[in-house]
């Protein structure tokens, strides 16, 4: 291992193997456009606009001589990521996706006021944009975001999976719904149920069906400690006895889709608007075989409450350090059409209009629309917006996840939910 | 006798194989992987023999033209850390080489101990910094960030190769007249060629593969291909192994092929970086 | 040395000094001040003295992101060095074709984090991944890394001593070829067996480097991140939260400047005393050489 007799590639061997790479490299696609607008979105925001010749902004890039790209992530690094690129001097993102649970006093601060806009060149029919979302995005009197979607979550099931194992009808209570996937895993040919542990939304609805809570809209912790223990219970009881599959602990919210797609679970808690994805031929194995209901009450509650499922929403706002606000207002105002709206609630986008739901076009389409109109009257968000809601979000998922791993009993899960994240919460 | 050397030979030749599969079978899966038709790549047990297809790299570049483009910013940010990198080392190993002083010493000690900051450390406060002076999401920052991290081995590096250049070569040069940059590039630089390549393979490798500064100072202008092949693995629905296996062949074999061919430089590197003050 | 020749210098040594002052000195010193204030986006910095140390030291979230650190470093370090010194002895009893197996096991240092992460979620996926394939088929027991945490913790070791195997082996290989070969011979008059010649000849004189390479190897598994947040994102639970991992977190998801800055802190003074003893042992060795 002699340093300097071993050396014979010479200095111009070297630098021509250099220069051959960087001719290799600069053979890749090029990207010349007059104008390109940058969006900072969930991969789900950019597929219901369709690509390709779906694409639904086909005329208006025509028109603006724009081209628009979109950089996708995950929902929490997505809003890591937005904040972060918010708080530069500048940003190359001009309209970014935002959901609803994570505005704060502080970091409103940080995106447009997008009423000035909509006063100069209005979105179409804005009254028809549900006024609770609305309201939602309105932080500290500044209207910050235009809701584009909302996720209300329905429970998917495969009907094939579940004649097989021997129920021809759906659960009707959280019990039978429990016992269904312990029986479809026991038949061995599928998982009973995939659900993701990166997200409160899946042990909020379980607490729910209980008649507990994670956070209320008062910011009241744990409501009910007693309905969140049972449902941590229950989601231990399924996990210890395979109705959620091993990796639990590390699946994510984009993989349900596959596992439903691929028949590897029979059951799944998903926005309602996934139904369409779902039932894709192209893509589904099972496809017309994976129906929705409303996400079941227990039998305990069930006639005397409503469910209350979980709803999402998403909005579309514009940083206040971005470079081409004009441009981004009229990207938003372009989404948010009724004919857009419409075009994306095809694609399986959950409406942000509340006249969508009732177009011909979608419920003949889509089964699920009436179904997803009512449980969306009961639902709320899985937890209200407060300057510590992510960190009071983690906290409460690892120690969700700690009890469904059998790694701590439910009641200390709890108690330790109760003493961390009550700090946390505003006074 | 006969007997033992049979075992040891066996038990050597034994050790040899799991070797090679713990270094290769990882890289060579993948590799071939990427090569096979949609669901052969998850056949029990595995096939070796397929008819080859392109399609995943035809999905990747119909679907994930970005990788493309991080490919781009990968090599513009890699050859500026390395230039910046060989240019900054040659002339402070130059000085630390042909001069001693306590005052040197200490400084060449600094540099070691500086290096050592973890980088995640200056991720935070450079965050805010870069963004202000409007360098953030550009090639220039990646790598000055790259180089920064190298330049202390660098220097080291340098200084140990221009050791061996007969201090009568620069002496005589300016003698002659010829200025002290004129000494550096006709003398010392092509002299301690193989000390350039050494300091540039470990700037390309780290570069070309670097994860984090990339994910904390780029969004879309400058971002690299280990960027986009680390979204592929965690924001499209699921993993679509194939694809994600052809980005990864592409992003691999050139360091690959190049780590290979520089072996003797990297080694000449390493000793030489990690255990010569 | 004349003094107007050491500044004929200084423009040479600029640029190193440059760059190391604006990319990481002053930065690091800027993090001390961060770290006694609290701030946040949209909201401007007060101070608020060791709040941030306080917070973070007595955070559990953090005592757990350390123990593992430490439990990583510890297992996957040793762990390294055993292959690399049991590599380096069988390079050196002679092999056929040495020096393309040397380019081969070299392979790993040439796989970015990234691509190393995929391959190996790939390898162990419990549903898909061929070595899990494998071990069910031989009735093993699997690697379930995505719900055990002590799993996860082997598969980040295994993934780590995969990516820096390479370096090791070099090192102490080299120290190796390094040795006499007359010590050796000596030995072997002396009627030592090729244990006792190991134990009394190799250890000994290989010493230095190895504490070298361990010292080197505990600074870099000690900044440990990007395996851990693309393999396992510090799950199942943050049962496998890594320090520079809860850096990230607070700093980029929570966006608690302060304790991050208190957290990168905790962190430069631990490599700081590993790298002390990094360089009093490099130091040593120079002037033993000289």
């Given at each position: 291992m002699s340093e300097s007799n071993t050396f014979r590639i010479t200095r111009r061997h070297f630098l021509g193997t250099v220069a051959g790479g960087i001719a290799l490299m600069a053979a890749g696609p090029s990207f010349a456009q007059s104008k390109t607008l940058q969006v900072l979105s969930h991969r789900v925001h950019q597929t219901s606009l369709g690509e390709?010749?779906?694409?639904?902004l086909a005329a208006w890039k025509q028109e603006h001589d724009t081209d628009v790209v979109f950089t996708t992530l995950d929902s929490n690094p997505l809003m890591d990521r937005l904040f972060r690129e918010a708080s530069?001097?500048?940003?190359?993102?001009s309209v970014g996706y935002m959901v609803d649970n994570r505005p704060t006093s502080d970091n409103a601060k940080?995106?447009?006021?997008?009423q000035e806009y909509q006063d100069k060149d209005p979105i179409e029919?804005?009254?028809?944009?549900a006024a609770g979302l609305v309201r939602g995005m309105t932080i500290d009197g500044r209207l910050i975001g235009i809701p584009v979607r909302t996720a209300t979550q329905g429970l998917f099931y495969n009907e094939e999976l579940l004649a097989e194992a021997g129920f021809d009808a759906p659960p009707t209570t959280l019990e039978e719904l429990v016992a269904q996937t312990i029986a479809i895993s026991e038949h061995g040919?599928?998982?009973?149920m995939i659900l993701a542990s990166?997200?409160?939304v899946f042990p909020v609805m379980f607490a729910r069906a209980f008649?507990?809570?994670?956070?209320?809209g008062d910011f009241e912790?744990?409501?009910d400690p007693a309905a969140m223990q049972t449902a941590l219970t229950v989601m231990a009881d399924m996990f210890q006895k395979g109705?959620?599959?091993?990796s639990y602990a590390t699946?994510?919210?984009?993989e349900l889709l596959t596992w439903m797609q691929q028949g590897r679970a029979a059951f799944s808690v998903l926005p309602f608007a996934r139904a369409a994805q779902l039932n894709d031929p192209a893509v589904s194995n099972y496809a017309g075989k994976i129906k929705a209901i409303g996400f079941p009450i227990s039998e305990t509650l069930k006639g005397k409450v409503e469910m209350s499922a979980v709803v999402e929403a998403w909005a579309m706002t514009i940083p206040a350090?971005?470079?081409?606000k004009d441009l981004a207002w009229q990207f938003i105002k372009e989404v948010s059409s009724k004919k857009n709206t419409l075009g994306m609630a095809l694609n399986g986008n959950g409406p942000a209009r509340v006249s969508t739901f009732l177009e011909p076009e979608l419920t003949a389409k889509n089964a699920l629309a009436e179904i997803e109109s009512q449980v969306l009257a009961n639902a709320r968000g899985a937890f209200p917006p407060f300057a510590e809601a992510a960190r009071a979000q983690q906290i409460f998922i690892e120690e969700v996840q700690l009890a469904v791993l059998g790694r701590k009993s439910p009641q200390d899960a709890v108690a330790s939910m109760q003493a961390r994240i009550q700090p946390l919460l505003p006074a | 006798m006969r007997v033992e050397r049979i075992l040891v030979n066996a038990g050597k030749t034994l050790a040899v194989l799991l070797l090679l599969v713990w270094s290769l079978f990882p890289i060579v899966f993948i590799i071939t992987s990427s090569f096979k038709p949609g669901r052969e790549i998850f056949a029990v047990p595995p096939q070796w023999f397929f008819a080859p297809t392109f399609d995943h790299y035809i999905t990747l570049w119909q679907r994930w033209a970005v990788f493309f483009h991080g490919l781009l910013n990968s090599t513009i940010v890699t050859i500026g850390a390395a230039a910046l990198a060989v240019m900054a080392s040659t002339c402070a190993g130059y000085v630390y080489s042909r001069y001693s002083s306590r005052w040197l010493g200490a400084s060449l000690l600094s540099l070691i101990a500086i290096r050592l900051i973890p980088p995640i450390v200056v991720t935070l406060p450079l965050f805010p910094i870069v963004n202000n002076l409007g360098l953030a999401d550009t090639h220039f920052i990646l790598s000055v960030l790259y180089a920064t991290f190298f330049v202390s081995l660098g220097t080291v590096l340098m200084r140990t190769f221009i050791?061996?250049?007969?201090?009568e070569l620069d002496e005589a040069a300016s003698m002659d007249g010829a200025t002290l940059p004129v000494v550096l590039w006709r003398i010392i630089m092509p002299l301690a060629a193989p000390g350039i390549i050494a300091v540039a393979v470990f700037v390309v490798v780290f570069a070309w593969n670097e994860f984090l500064f990339a994910f904390i100072f780029t969004?879309?202008?400058?971002?690299?291909a280990p960027l986009v092949i680390s979204e592929m693995i965690g924001s499209?629905?699921?993993?679509?192994w194939g694809v994600l296996f052809a980005a990864s062949t592409i992003q691999l074999l050139p360091v690959l092929i190049f780590v290979m061919l520089m072996n003797r430089y990297l080694v000449a590197g390493l000793t030489a970086g990690a255990t010569k003050g | 040395m004349k003094t107007s020749r050491i500044w004929q210098m200084v423009p040479l040594l600029a640029p190193v000094q440059l760059l190391l002052l604006s990319v990481i000195v002053i930065p690091s010193v800027y993090v001390i001040w961060l770290s006694f204030h609290t701030s946040t986006f949209g909201q401007s910095a007060s101070f608020v003295g060791w709040g941030n140390y306080v917070q973070v030291l007595t955070d559990p979230g953090f005592h757990s992101a350390l123990w593992n650190t430490v439990v990583l470093v510890v297992v996957a370090v040793h762990l390294e060095m055993l292959i690399a010194l049991g590599m380096a002895l069988l390079f050196n009893s002679g092999l056929w074709f040495r020096r393309i197996l040397f380019v081969a096991v070299l392979?790993?240092?040439?796989?970015s984090e990234v691509v190393g992460v995929a391959m190996w979620r790939f390898l162990f996926?419990?549903?898909?991944g061929p070595v899990s394939n494998l071990l069910a088929a031989l009735h093993l027991p699997l690697l379930e890394w995505s719900y055990e945490p002590s799993h996860a913790m082997i598969m980040i070791a295994i993934l780590t001593i995969w990516m820096h195997l390479p370096f090791t082996f070099v090192i102490i290989y080299a120290a190796r070829l390094a040795l006499p070969s007359d010590l050796y011979e000596a030995a072997r008059i002396d009627g030592a067996t090729p244990l006792q010649s190991f134990y009394r000849v190799t250890m000994p004189l290989l010493g230095p480097a190895i504490l070298v390479a361990l010292l080197f190897r505990y600074i870099f598994a000690f900044r440990l991140f990007s395996e851990v947040w693309l393999l396992t994102?510090?799950?199942?639970?943050?049962?496998?939260?890594?320090v520079a991992v809860y850096l990230y977190q607070e700093a980029?998801?929570?966006?608690?400047f302060g304790p991050a800055a208190a957290t990168a802190w905790i962190m430069v003074i631990v490599s700081m005393l590993l790298a002390s003893g990094y360089i009093y042992l490099l130091r040593r060795q120079v002037r033993n050489a000289g």
């Open positions: 390709g010749d779906k694409d639904l530069l001097a500048q940003t190359d993102f940080l995106f447009e006021s997008l029919a804005f009254d028809d944009i040919k599928a998982t009973g990166d997200l409160a008649g507990g809570d994670f956070i209320n912790l744990l409501p109705a959620l599959p091993r699946n994510k919210g984009e350090n971005a470079v081409d | 050791d061996q250049i007969p201090r969004s879309t202008k400058a971002k690299t499209i629905e699921g993993v679509d | 392979a790993p240092y040439a796989v996926d419990p549903d898909v994102g510090g799950g199942p639970a943050r049962t496998t939260e890594v980029f998801t929570f966006s608690a």
